[in-house]
Each structure stands twice: as C-alpha cells, then as structure tokens.
C-alpha cells in the first residue's frame, strides 16, 4: 500500500542460538557459556525452541526477551505511530518530531513536494466504520481531501512567514501527516505487537506495518516465525 516502508538497522545474529543459551541457563546446573562450543546452531536451536518453550502454548516467554530488532518505519500516517505506540511494553520509539522538520510542508506549497508525499489519505474503495455500517470514498472526496492538505500546508507557510514558531504553526496541518521513527523491539514485545496490530479488526494501516514487517521477521527467527504463523497469527489470541 502506498509508500510505506519498513527496513531493519540492526538485528541480533543468531538470536535463536540467544533464546537457547536463555531457556537452557534457566535448568542447566553449570554455567551455559563454559559450553559454548556444543551450543545447536541457529537452526537447531529453532527446533528446540519450538519443542520445549513453545509447543503446547506453555506460556514462559521469558527467554524470548533477550535478541532485539531494530527497525525503520517510513511514510506512515502520524495516527499509526499512536496506535504502535500505545503498545510500547519491551518497545522502543524515536520518532520524527513536526518541531524540526516542517520543512517538508512548506515544499508542498513552493511544489517541490506532492501533497500525498507528506500527507496520507486513504486508497478510494469501500471501507465500513466500527459500527459495521459500509461506505465508500469516493474520487471526488479523495481530491477535496487533497484540497484541503494543500490549503493547509499554505496555511502552515504563512503561519511560519509570520513569525510562528513550527510546533505552534503545525497545529493547522491534518492530523495524518506522514511520519518516519525508528523501533526496537525483542522477539516477545513484537510478537505482542502482531498480536494486537495485525488481526482483522486493527485499523488497515496498522495491519500493513505488521505485514512489512513480518519478512524481516520470518527471516531472523525462522523457526520462531513458522510457528507463530501456524498457532498465533491474525487469530486475536491475548498476546503473550
């Protein structure tokens, strides 16, 4: 959907290998680093993790703490950083701030920026409110939305010529506006998240940063990922 991307900064290597020496301290009689060298590999300790901590919904998700994700998040309306945000427990933010970085609105309004570049509207289509009743948004809606970003982005500009200061300019501006952060999160926190954010009645724009992030998911704990998609995904299960 739209320009919304997500790309990973950093991730711990090996983080199933960490989940591992995690699980395996929490019964082992002897120090788990002294055995190192018999550590499974990555894949392996996948496996063992499914079977022993996983399997069965036995619920101890404590050793999922340890390995981090660090991810960047663009081009996302500013109302799906508040709903992400809200579930912020074993997640970090740092978010784009609108104090230092309104120059973009004011490209919009001297046409070096289009209107949907800093500003979100929804894709014209059929959607329904919370109460189940159906709409839809149609062409002509859609270009009086972009009307009025463009009108307040001038708003903005005057506002800034005028001697306002950006965070008191940029209370003109529409509430979605676009917003980059970047996010940290453990294994467990952002298996919490998905949990939350990506069953079929989370907003659509939250379910489409869970479905960009996921791959990146998938491909750091594979075996974590497998098994999470077969007994937790989009089922609305309380998050562990």
């Not at 950083?81 to 579930?87: C, D, F, G, P």
């Not at 200061?165 to 952060?181: C, K, L, M, T």
Request: glycine content about 6%; proline content about 5%.
């Amino acid at each position: 959907m739209d320009r919304f991307t997500v790309e990973v900064i950093s991730q711990t290597p090996k983080p199933q290998q960490v989940i591992y020496a995690a699980m395996h301290q929490d019964y082992a009689e002897g120090f788990v680093w002294d055995d190192r060298d018999h550590w499974p590999d990555d894949t392996k300790a996948g496996e063992i993790i499914v079977k022993n901590l996983l399997a069965g919904n036995r619920g101890h998700y404590g050793p999922l703490e340890h390995p981090q994700i660090v991810l960047n998040c663009g081009w996302f309306p500013h109302s799906t950083m508040q709903q992400i945000r809200t579930h912020r427990v074993g997640v970090s933010f740092d978010v784009q701030s609108f104090r230092y970085t309104g120059q973009r609105i004011i490209d919009v309004v001297e046409g070096k920026r289009d209107v949907e570049e800093v500003f979100y509207l929804r894709p014209l289509g059929s959607y329904s409110d919370r109460q189940g009743t159906h709409y839809t948004y149609t062409p002509e809606q859609r270009q009086e939305d972009v009307a009025w970003c463009l009108s307040a982005c001038q708003r903005y500009a005057e506002r800034i010529r005028q001697g306002l200061s950006e965070e008191h300019a940029r209370g003109v501006i529409p509430f979605d506006v676009r917003q980059h952060w970047v996010l940290s999160a453990n294994v467990r926190s952002l298996l919490h998240l998905l949990d939350l954010r990506w069953k079929a009645d989370a907003q659509l724009e939250a379910q489409k940063l869970c479905e960009l992030i996921w791959p990146h998911f998938q491909q750091w704990v594979p075996d974590i990922a497998a098994w999470y998609e077969t007994n937790r995904l989009k089922k609305a299960r309380l998050a562990p």
